[in-house]
């Protein structure tokens, strides 16, 4: 079967994305808006989405659009699972959490 595309959290809010659930999951610490408007912002939140090469030559990956300058810090293991959603959210997490719990490492900014 396939999943849904989207699902009521709860009768008071109003129906999210399976996506936005995932970055507004409250194991993240982050900003909710702010977390779906840089995913927005950098990847139209497409996860499968691969920037054309940097002028530094690296590549950008995913929902959160994360750079390849990560690649060595999260392993290859980890890094040849990027395009999935729950992975790239995860490493968007570490990189705003070593960004001092900012957005710094991003171009788009809320």
């Known amino acids: 079967t396939v999943a849904p595309d989207f699902f009521l959290v709860s009768m008071e809010s109003p129906v999210i994305s399976a996506l936005e659930a ?6 993240w610490e982050w900003n909710c808006g702010e977390a779906k408007a840089v995913a927005i ?3 139209e939140m497409r996860p ?3 920037s054309q090469p940097n002028r530094n030559g690296t590549r950008d990956r995913g929902l959160f659009q994360v750079n390849s300058v990560w690649r060595e810090a999260f392993g290859e ?3 040849s699972r990027i395009l999935e959603p729950e992975v790239n959210v995860a490493m968007a997490h570490h990189i705003w959490l070593t ?3 900012s957005w710094l490492y991003w171009t788009c900014q809320p």
């Open 22 to 27: 995932l970055i507004c999951d409250q194991r």
């Open 48 to 50: 499968g989405a691969v």
């Open 77 to 79: 293991a980890l890094w």
């Open 99 to 101: 960004g001092n719990r």
């Open 41 to 43: 912002c950098e990847s």
